[in-house]
């Protein structure tokens, strides 16, 4: 791409038209080194029209009832006069190929919608690839005029660290059987949750109930991020649509807290550092990978340290030692 | 140090010689560069003798009764033919210069043993490399023939991590004065216990036992790590050396069943490779720091970052960009 096309690219995502809206996201997701040139440059230069958004982040496990509920929630935001992108970071696409790329087709009704965009996990790449990619695409909405971005992701491994370090909110959607260990919840999950919804709350309200009272009671056991914010646990059916405004003034009522403190800011400027120290420390160990001695070495020498042949230390020391300079 | 003394150093800790011992200690948490290179050469010299003491990892606040908790393990576990090294990562030593170099004193029964070391945490650095530190001592104590390494931190910071990810088992002490947030529990450290005790368990027995419920719902909520493993919540008086015995047979427990499906020996493995990989990021980070224009264009770069005047990919391009090769 010249440059003057990627003007004209610019220009046309900021006009808010669809087409340039989803070519550049197809850009930012491509793992070629001359489109993830092009990205950056493009990203660089969408920069003074992003981060006006409202980011939120959605966790659930499958089941959960997620498209449904972010369904629910985007048909909720436009009636609300708001423009709705969803992006999602899926840590299996890297496996699968993209395994909700079905999101769509879930999300009918949202999905007519001109005011909303629905970008299912770039398909390929491990998760640090993913989450990197959602961000610059989360970036390019903003820059075409979306106000709120969903960044969903499943409940499996690292990716909800990734989504709730790239939004201003993270939420986590339960179901109300939540039994002994609330689905399988991770380790850490409660920790960094914002704000709980249970769905399907319409189905068994004692059930509801309880798992609301063992949710709120896990979630005093851990000190909240912020001493201004105790995460509430919040009622919803996403399928009868009921509790979504609740959910969503809830949301409100978090941003205001935040931004009444000064840890809103805090949170984007921490993000922002975080994001650029680990593409440093990311391309910084695929240089010393990159090394023909120390490629040839590592594979044994991980392996005689984890066997306790050889300390990490002196392992550490052998390969670094193969590094002219930096 | 020449490389004979050395040798004579490794042989006299080998032996067990209380002399040899503090002063290969005091090498290893020495930060002079000539030092870390012996300190290296000396542990790559006694690693064969290394990884047979059960690594005990111990958090709790100030105030919990730590001190006499260990005290009162200690002098159990030396009745029982133990010999027990206690190792600190304290992260306010690096601000303070050694907040707990109390220990020796407050342990008095226990430091007067002979079958016993006591080693408060390395006075200066930062976590990482304290962590570092501690962890290269515990290879020091163990080659000395110490079969039981407690590590101990306060529950402030990243420390907790830090200790888990060098030991077989990680206990957090709590009080039975539990409240709504159990002393102000940090992020994710419900997750991380093996094995959680009460101290202080004979003053109220009340509360005890709501403090026992309270924590083992806390557990019930999150997933450990393995499956086979339901973090029990014991209460204990140090004073009294009330519940020692329980405490230290869930332990073992704790071993033998970790022993038996895989995960002790996977668990050294993994904390082996992360160790050296460590290493070997800190050195990336602190070579990538050292580039002359790196160090010019940081600070403001960072800053615009966050600020958002910048893309994060942009400014890690362009300082990435200064480096020759690597």
Not at 222 to 241: E, G, M, N, Y
Not at 246 to 252: E, G, I
Request: proline share 4%.
């Amino acid at each position: 791409m010249i440059v003057s096309d990627r003007q004209t690219l610019a220009e046309d995502v900021r006009a808010g038209k669809r087409r340039a809206l989803a070519k550049a996201i197809t850009l930012v997701e491509s793992t070629r080194a001359d489109h993830r040139e092009q990205a950056r440059a493009l990203v660089e230069a969408l920069l003074p029209d992003t981060g006006k958004a409202l980011r939120v982040g959605l966790s659930g496990v499958p089941g959960v009832g997620k498209s449904t509920f972010v369904e629910a929630l985007g048909l909720y935001l436009i009636e609300q006069g708001h423009r709705v992108a969803v992006l999602a970071v899926d840590p299996s696409s890297s496996v699968h190929g993209g395994s909700i790329l079905g999101d769509k087709t879930r999300m009918e009704l949202l999905s007519r919608r001109t005011e909303a965009f629905i970008r299912p996990s770039p398909s390929s790449g491990a998760l640090g690839g993913v989450a990197h990619r959602t961000r610059e695409a989360m970036l390019v909405c903003e820059a075409a005029g979306f106000d709120v971005v969903l960044v969903e992701t499943v409940g499996v491994g690292q990716s909800e660290i990734a989504v709730a370090g790239m939004t201003d909110i993270f939420c986590l959607l339960q179901l109300p059987n939540a039994g002994d260990d609330l689905q399988g919840m991770k380790k850490g999950i409660v920790e960094i949750a914002d704000l709980v919804a249970i769905n399907k709350a319409d189905i068994d309200k004692a059930a509801t109930h309880r798992a609301q009272a063992q949710m709120q009671g896990a979630i005093s056991m851990v000190r909240h991020a912020h001493p201004d914010w105790t995460p509430p646990v919040i009622p919803v059916s996403a399928l009868k649509a009921e509790g979504i405004d609740v959910f969503w003034n809830t949301v409100l009522k978090f941003r205001e807290t935040m931004v009444a403190n000064g840890a809103f800011a805090a949170r984007r400027r921490r993000q922002a550092g975080a994001w650029m120290w680990e593409l440093i420390d990311h391309d910084l160990r695929a240089r010393f990978r990159a090394n023909v001695r120390v490629a040839e070495e590592l594979p044994g020498l991980q392996a005689e340290v984890e066997q306790g042949q050889v300390t990490p230390a002196a392992a550490a020391a052998r390969l670094l030692g193969h590094l002219d300079n930096i």
